[in-house]
């Protein structure tokens, strides 16, 4: 396993940061897809709930995944709200319903699991968090690469998990 740190401006569009494009560019391949897109279209299919950012879908993220046929998928770029407050903010702003299953670990486990089905064997999960937890191996991932992105001062850095399912 590869891991690299480097030193970038925080930045709230991810994949803008200048060696996280990097990173996607080196294992991104087939079919990308996109379940928090933002206003990145690197993915063949992206999804936001955010209405202003032009994806072909704007779901919940649980229920984009789930469109996929098992063992479907040869990316997935998941860079997911990194915090529960930040996912009870984003679901508040939307007018969505902020219960137990929104600010627990249930949040992010129903994604892994979606993301284990639909991933082909071989593909790759390009994940973006606080931590390097990534898919898993629970579900069938190995890590493959960590970039530690530093931004400096009182920013949290951001951790890019780079997964390839066995």
């Known amino acids: ?9 925080p930045n709230k569009n991810t994949f803008s940061i200048k060696e996280i ?3 996607i560019e080196k294992y991104a391949h087939g079919k990308i ?7 990145n279209c690197i ?22 995944l789930k469109m996929f046929d ?4 040869d990316t997935v770029l998941y860079d997911p709200p990194y915090s529960t407050r930040q996912v009870s903010e984003c679901y508040k702003r ?5 219960n137990k299953e929104t600010t627990q670990n249930t949040y992010w486990k129903k ?9 082909k064997p071989g593909g790759i999960v390009i994940s973006c968090a606080w931590n390097s937890t990534g898919i898993g191996k629970k579900y069938g ?5 960590i970039l530690l992105v530093a931004h400096g001062s009182q920013h949290n850095d951001t951790i890019v998990t780079i997964e390839r399912k066995i």
Do not use: C
Not at 33 to 39: C, K, S, Y
Not at 70 to 73: A, C, G, L, P, R
Not at 141 to 145: D, L, P, Q, T, V
């Open 1 to 9: 396993m590869e891991i690299n740190r480097v030193w970038e401006m």
């Open 21 to 23: 494009r990097k990173i």
């Open 33 to 39: 897809i996109d379940p928090f897109a933002n206003q």
């Open 43 to 64: 993915a063949s299919v992206t999804n936001d709930l955010d209405t202003q950012y032009d994806t072909d879908f704007h779901m919940d993220a649980t229920d984009f």
């Open 70 to 73: 098992d063992n479907s998928i």
């Open 94 to 98: 939307f007018g969505m319903t902020v």
């Open 111 to 119: 994604h892994r699991e979606q993301i284990s089905r639909i991933v």
């Open 141 to 145: 991932f190995e890590i493959i690469e």
